[in-house]
């Protein structure tokens, strides 16, 4: 699958960007100085949507990204997690709060699934505690 490749290779640039040969600004960052850098692109991404410009959309998506990719990276390197730790707990989270895609709620109406939304979010703080 062609998008896998491009996104094994991303994790691969920032790996190089910061490994030995890399980019001293990117090794240099943390997830602390990192974020006004999300916040930012966040802003931008909101912008390009209320004007509705598709193009500068992809752009500002990318960025984001840009952002989770690099803050996974740095997660990485301090054995904390990665990328793929990400990607498994959001596809978890995304199953379990969709019952009614994924199990067998019954759950129809946008009112119906909100309430179950936030039922099983408050279950989920509950089970965290």
Same mark, same amino acid.
Do not use: P, T
């Given at each position: 699958m062609k998008n896998s490749k491009d996104f094994i290779k991303l994790t691969e640039i920032f790996k190089k960007l910061r490994g030995p040969d890399g980019c001293a600004w990117d090794k240099k960052q943390t997830n602390s100085s990192l974020m006004k850098y999300l916040f930012e692109e966040s802003k931008e991404l909101k912008e390009a949507v209320k004007? =509705?410009?598709? /193009?500068?959309?992809?752009? /500002?998506? =990318?960025?984001?990204?840009? $952002?989770?990719?690099?803050?996974? $990276?740095?997660?990485? /390197?301090? =054995?904390?997690?990665?990328?793929?730790?990400?990607?498994?707990?959001?596809?978890?989270?995304l199953i379990r709060r969709h019952p009614h895609v994924f199990g067998k709620s019954k759950a129809k109406t946008e009112k119906e699934i909100i309430k179950q939304w936030s039922l099983i979010k408050k279950k989920e703080k509950k089970l965290k505690k």
């Open positions: 004007k =509705g410009d598709i /193009e500068n959309i992809k752009e /500002e998506l =990318g960025d984001v990204l840009l $952002q989770v990719v690099f803050h996974a $990276q740095i997660a990485k /390197e301090n =054995g904390w997690f990665d990328i793929q730790d990400v990607i498994r707990y959001l596809n978890s989270k």
